[in-house]
């Protein structure tokens, strides 16, 4: 299906991709109805900071989320996350 992440790769929305992946659960791995993951659309779409973005979330996920947060939520962000539960 076309989900809000894949429609944001489609149409080169950079901010929207990361917005989506740090405060939601959109799966980076999820197919389109072509059997496409958001990277291969993004590459297709010549989107290359997408696509660079989500090739770098692919090999450090947890890296590439402690530094979307540290950037949209700053250094308090680290702190919150500590309190919760773990899962």
Do not use: W
């Not at 989506?20 to 010549?46: C, F, I, N, Q, W």
């Amino acid at each position: 299906g076309q989900t809000p992440l894949l429609i944001a790769c489609q149409n080169g929305h950079r901010n929207i991709v990361k917005n989506l992946l740090l405060m939601s659960d959109a799966d980076p791995s999820m197919l389109d109805h072509g059997g496409k993951t958001p990277l291969v659309v993004a590459r297709e779409r010549r989107h290359e900071a997408i696509a660079d973005f989500l090739e770098k979330l692919h090999r450090d996920p947890k890296a590439c989320r402690q530094e979307l947060r540290m950037k949209y939520l700053g250094p308090a962000s680290f702190h919150h996350q500590a309190s919760l539960p773990a899962k």
